[in-house]
């Protein structure tokens, strides 16, 4: 099956207005905080990453 066009698997970025990043950083903060110690080091450091990355972009936004 071929992909339509604004169709997920577009392998495009997500757009996120300010509003769902705000929302996303909080999420993604209380995942971390919520993780148990024996997770993987790697998959804290992608979430923390990710964190980082969010708050640039909403301060660079400011």
Do not use: V
């Not at 950083?25 to 790697?42: I, N, R, V």
Request: aromatic share 4%; no cysteine.
């Amino acid at each position: 099956m071929r992909a339509f066009e604004g169709q997920f698997s577009d392998n495009k970025p997500i757009r996120r207005n300010s509003d769902e990043k705000r929302r996303l950083l909080a999420e993604l903060e209380q995942t971390l905080a919520g993780m148990k110690p024996h997770t993987s080091p790697s998959l804290r450091e992608s979430i923390k990453g990710r964190i980082a990355e969010l708050r640039a972009d909403l301060s660079a936004k400011r």
